[in-house]
């Protein structure tokens, strides 16, 4: 049981170019979501997924894309980095707030962008 | 967007020290939860609470959902070297997200 799996796990960009950050969850959750981490600033919501095919905006949206074609995999793409999106990427999902509930979160990918 | 008040920033204890550490929000949550980051891995969830005023345990680890529904507290008792970490609380109104906090730092020295 893997849990959430995020690929990669590390990554360097340079300004402009574009890349796609998978994560993949064998849990059945409907819930995934995307945060970015950076000092001091704790964890921010970038975009989240209530169901395969449904995406919303969280609170740092500007520069990111993602989609939810399958139940079990959410991407989060960057179409022209900036070194302001450098930071460490996790990826989490969950049940129904009625269930037990609470996120599971993957390992993280660590993004540079120069 | 809203992000919750940790105190302390950070903290350097001595092994067997008890720590307390809190959550603060102008606004009120009918969830909040305690997550423990380890270095290189992602935040994992160590106690859950939903109703104001409740006090849950998790091994040596103790917290408690405050009445005004706004705040929580985090304590852990006989800390060891493995509780370093980073700690994040995280509220949660009626919709699906989380909002966490912005963590504090535990070090703890032999």
């Known amino acids: 049981n893997a849990g959430v799996t995020q690929t990669p796990k590390f990554r360097v960009l340079k300004t402009g170019q574009s890349m796609t950050l998978l994560c993949a969850q064998d849990m059945n959750h409907e819930y995934m979501y995307w945060y970015r981490q950076d000092p001091g600033m704790g964890l921010r919501l970038i975009h989240y997924s209530v169901g395969e095919g449904t995406t919303a905006k969280g609170e740092v949206p500007d520069g990111y894309n993602v989609s939810r074609l399958k139940k079990q995999n959410f991407l989060l793409g960057l179409e022209s980095a900036a070194p302001s999106q450098t930071s460490v990427y996790f990826c989490?999902?969950?049940?129904?707030?009625?269930?037990?509930?609470?996120?599971?979160f993957g390992s993280g990918t660590r993004l540079t962008v120069v | 967007g809203q992000q919750l008040n940790q105190s302390p920033q950070s903290m350097f204890i001595q092994e067997g020290e008890d720590v307390s550490m809190n959550c603060t929000s102008s606004s009120i949550f009918n969830t909040w939860l305690w997550y423990k980051q380890d270095p290189g891995e992602g935040p994992v969830l160590l106690i859950a609470?939903?109703?104001?005023?409740e006090l849950t345990s998790n091994g040596r680890l103790t917290a408690q959902f405050g009445i005004t529904r706004k705040d929580s507290f985090l304590n852990i008792s006989a800390s060891i070297p493995s509780d370093v970490g980073i700690y994040f609380c995280a509220g949660q109104r009626d919709t699906d997200k989380l909002i966490f906090g912005t963590g504090t730092r535990l070090q703890v020295f032999p």
């Open positions: 989490a999902s969950g049940v129904d707030r009625e269930q037990n509930y609470g996120y599971t």
């Open positions: 609470l939903y109703k104001a005023g």
